[in-house]
């Protein structure tokens, strides 16, 4: 039988709980609700969308009505290949992982990136022109080794490499969060940015409780 604490398993339960209601909790080590996407509006007649190198122009409009900045476009972008990425690491190792608690902690991730990847394509859709084209893949980075390594684990290793490597994963994504949350310009992505940064953080943590 899989090694299971008391605690660990009550906060997996908890994360998994938390992911899929509907309002937000208020424990910073809980995984965030993502916030929800606003209704789909359209750009301005003969507004012009921008690269990523514009970072402080707008190129669609937010919830308050001003235009989304450049650097939150790419932020977006950037987390969505990064959530995609997340989804692969754990649909991949779902059926082959033992321990009860990662099982459970796995599928709250999945549950909150899910969501939060239909959040943030749904603002990217009304940023303007070519901003759902802004995307980051992971495919050919340097993370598609440990996606390998992941794969090609015996049965009797694939839980501790899937520690590690959605330690490491969710590690890059809370950096750049918390980068962010300094640099953004629209409240709506800068708050998610703050809750990403909370949640990956408190997945890192709650994925070297289950070892």
């Known amino acids: ?63 308050d009505g001003d235009a989304m900045s450049g650097i939150d476009v790419v932020f977006l972008g950037t987390m969505v290949g990064h959530s995609e990425r997340t989804l692969q690491i754990v649909r991949l190792a779902r059926d082959r992982v033992r321990d009860e608690a990662l099982r459970t902690l796995a599928a709250a991730i999945e549950a909150t990136e899910a969501d939060e990847l239909t959040t943030m394509r749904g603002w990217l859709s009304t940023a303007g022109p070519g901003a759902s084209a802004t ?37 890059s994504a809370a950096d750049l969060a918390r980068s962010h949350v300094d640099v953004g310009r629209d409240d709506r992505v800068r708050d998610l940015a703050r809750r990403i940064e909370q949640s990956r953080t408190a997945e890192i943590e709650l994925l070297r409780g289950t070892q």
């Not at 789909?40 to 707008?58: E, R, Y």
């Not at 050919?140 to 839980?159: E, F, I, N, Q």
């Open 1 to 63: 039988m899989p090694r299971r604490t008391p605690l660990a398993s009550l906060v997996a339960a908890l994360l998994l709980s938390g992911a899929c209601a509907g309002s937000p909790t208020s424990s910073p080590s809980a995984l965030p609700q993502p916030a929800p996407a606003s209704p789909a509006s359209s750009a301005p007649a003969g507004s012009a969308g921008v690269g990523p190198a514009a970072g402080s122009a707008g190129v669609g409009p937010s919830a």
């Open 135 to 171: 995307a980051h893949h992971h495919d050919g980075h340097g993370d598609d080794a440990a996606l390998d390594r992941l794969r090609t684990a015996p049965d009797a290793d694939v839980d501790r490499v899937l520690r590690e490597v959605l330690a490491d994963h969710q590690r």
